[in-house]
């Protein structure tokens, strides 16, 4: 039985305690790392030094970094555990009421309070009546905060990029109880009613009972039909967290009894299409998006949205499309392909829907503009283009869907395009 090589540290004990740490607070922000890729890491510095600082981030990125959505967060935490005082100051200033003049004046970057909550895990944030003395001569002034905006509150404006973990924890919980109702579509084949139409074979079988004279009329009104749902989700890296959130709304909706949709289909899409609807059936939803993920293997991958649709109008959309479907199309719009062939692609999809409504994150800034060229080619054939980064913008997606006139913000961008 061999033995074990004995572990070669740095000069520095000191260092190789860090870096335990540096690791424990990666673990926290949740990425994987275990035992062995600490030892790794250790062993790499060792070898590669200590003398460059961005040697130093690309070890320890190798080491820990397992896939691409991690490396936002190891680049935060990063910087503010190797000793950035100016970026300690506004974390910890995060982790406190966001009061104009208690932090810098400027929004959280991406995977900000995420790498805050895992660094000051366990320890006491200061409270503001505790940062400093205040002198007897200051004059005190009391905020009254009953008119602020609840924690609910603010969850649902609050954009799915920036949510920390315990915030986005809560939000998929709010997620699981939003409902996506729609109206039922009338059919051509009736059901028996007291009022409506007068249904003349009916009424002819109740005279023949009573020897052909007729002493009542039956009547009918159109069976109410429910129209399926087909959700395209783009999951590419710039879509990573909106599509995670959005795919844990779809699993709901579709597991949600009497929730008046006929049939949920769900498919995902970066550099190739993927139908997931049998995933989401699954009641756990822990365990349906692992296997939707595990089946999904160009997650974090590029952007193909072209090809995504054309594969889909030929092989699915005469499957699932039927009994007139409501389409959401889930994405940011930015494509390589061609854009002749994204609107072609696009053309034929709307054709097929009832309705396209068009998800967009990117509306979340006031200053979008229909620039890309993906996005140029895509905006005209949609029926509604709305934005799609909190929950409060999937609570106003089922308006949208009972309104049929409803377009969002199209009429506004293609103005600004012909402009």
């Known amino acids: 039985m061999s033995e074990a090589s004995p572990l070669t540290l740095p000069d520095d004990p000191k260092l190789a305690g860090n870096i335990t740490h540096f690791a424990r607070a990666l673990r926290r922000a949740g990425l994987p790392i275990g035992p062995g890729s600490v030892i790794d890491a250790i062993n790499a510095v ?7 600082r961005q040697d130093f981030f690309w070890t320890l990125h190798a080491c820990f970094v397992t896939r691409p959505e991690q490396t936002r967060v190891f680049a935060q935490l990063f910087r503010l555990y190797w000793r950035d005082p100016r970026y300690l100051e506004h974390m910890m200033a995060a982790m406190l009421p966001a009061i104009r003049g208690v932090q810098e004046d400027r929004p959280a970057q ?38 602020t905006m609840s ?5 649902r404006s609050l954009d799915f990029e920036q ?30 009613a007291h ?32 129209p399926n749902l087909v959700v ?12 995670r959130m959005v795919l844990h ?33 699954t009641r756990d939803v822990d365990a349906a998006l692992a296997a939707a993920g595990s089946e999904a293997r160009d997650w974090e991958g590029g952007t193909r949205i072209g090809a995504s649709l054309a594969a889909f109008n030929r092989d699915w959309s005469r499957r699932v499309m039927g009994q007139g479907a409501v389409v959401l199309l889930i994405t940011d719009g930015l494509d390589r392909d061609a854009p002749a062939e994204l609107s072609r692609q ?15 994150p990117l509306l979340r800034w006031d200053g979008f503009a229909p620039k890309a060229q993906g996005i140029r080619a895509m905006l005209p054939h949609v029926d509604s283009f709305r934005a799609g980064h909190s929950i409060a913008s999937l609570e106003a997606l089922a308006d949208a869907i009972s309104r049929p006139d409803d377009q969002g913000e199209k009429t506004r961008l293609l103005a600004r395009m012909a402009g």
């Open 46 to 52: 060792t070898a590669a030094g200590f003398s460059n």
């Open 110 to 147: 991406p995977a900000e309070k995420r790498a805050a909550e895992a660094l000051l895990d366990g320890a006491e944030v200061p409270r503001p009546d505790q940062t400093a003395e205040t002198p007897r001569e200051e004059t005190m002034i009391e905020v009254d905060a009953s008119l």
């Open 151 to 155: 924690r609910n509150e603010r969850l």
């Open 163 to 192: 949510m920390s973990l315990s915030e986005t924890a809560a939000a998929k919980r709010m997620l699981a109880r939003l409902r996506l109702p729609i109206k039922p579509l009338p059919s051509r084949r009736g059901i028996h």
């Open 195 to 226: 009022i409506g139409r007068i249904d003349p074979r009916r009424s002819m079988r109740l005279a023949l009972r009573r020897g052909g004279e007729i002493h009542e009329l039956a009547f009918r009104k159109p069976r109410p039909r429910y």
């Open 232 to 243: 395209l989700c783009d999951i590419s890296g710039s879509m990573s967290q909106y599509s």
């Open 249 to 281: 709304f779809l699993h709901a909706v579709s597991n949600r009894q009497r929730g008046g949709w006929a049939q949920v289909h769900g498919f995902t899409f970066g550099t190739r299409l993927t139908n997931i609807t049998r995933h989401l059936k």
């Open 346 to 360: 696009m053309k034929r999809l709307q054709l097929s829907a009832r309705r396209l409504i068009w998800l967009n």
